[in-house]
């Protein structure tokens, strides 16, 4: 299973959300690449960013930050968080970025999603957020009716080869992973690669995870908060 530390900006800064709001954050580092670095000694290969004024606005505030943490090299880097155009999928393609998350757009033009799926294969992952079993969109401030399941159905038909997955009411709170949506997931859409997202806090949860079938996970706050050691949870588990 691959391991993706995480990496949310904000204003240029390295922050955690609790539970998707904006209200509630953290600043853990000032210098994005300093922390990129910090993982890359832990021995980590991937790295997950999320442009989290793109996701609310729309717009490149964190450009030239995602464009340093390509320059680092040595890490896979996936990058979402405001991508809802073929434009910006070039842009951060052009910069050495590995693939890019698409969240929002997925849910508000499917036909534009599928095409993106199509031309750019594996470049091209999508992010599924919920709450409450409801797809939520434009930085998780509006909730949709789409069951998240059931859009992940739909995109394992479009072809789309991998899936992120949030459970939001778990992300950032350290009270543990929704193993039971993992498996479930591994059941009912078995050729998309779901990367498991959202309050994993123990090296026990990543095992279950790996034994479920999940192709990846992404640690955030744990590391941040020294619940889980990222040398450690990359030795528990086999990429």
């Known amino acids: ?8 900006l904000l204003g240029g800064k390295v922050v955690r959300l609790t539970q998707g709001d904006y209200e509630r954050l ?29 996701a609310r606005e729309g717009n490149l505030a964190n450009f030239a930050s995602i464009r340093a943490l390509a320059r680092l090299g040595g890490l896979y880097l996936e990058v979402g968080g405001g991508i809802r155009d073929e434009a910006r999928i070039c842009q951060y393609l052009e910069l050495g970025v590995s693939r890019c998350i698409l969240g929002t757009v997925a849910v508000r033009d499917f036909t534009f999603t599928r095409h993106m799926i199509k031309k750019y294969k594996d470049r091209i992952a999508v992010g599924v957020d919920a709450r409450d079993g409801k797809v939520a969109v434009s930085g998780w401030e ?10 992940c159905k739909r995109l394992q038909e479009a072809g789309c080869q991998a ?37 994993i806090t123990k090296l026990e949860e990543l095992k279950a995870l790996e034994d479920n079938g999940t192709a990846a996970a992404i640690l955030g706050k744990s590391l941040y908060t020294g619940a889980i050691d990222l040398k450690k949870a990359l030795e528990a588990v086999q990429e």
């Open 1 to 8: 299973m691959k391991l993706f530390p995480a990496i949310d």
């Open 142 to 151: 509006e909730t949709s009716a789409l069951d998240g399941i059931a859009f």
């Open 163 to 199: 899936v992120i997955y949030t459970d939001i009411s778990r992300d950032g709170a350290l009270q543990g992973t929704n193993l039971p949506l993992y498996r479930r997931l591994a059941q009912e859409v078995p050729e998309l690669q779901i990367t498991a997202s959202g309050g």
């Open 26 to 54: 953290t600043v853990y580092e000032n210098d994005p690449c300093a922390q990129a670095q910090k993982f890359l000694a832990a021995g980590a290969k991937y790295l997950h960013v999320v442009d989290l004024d793109g």
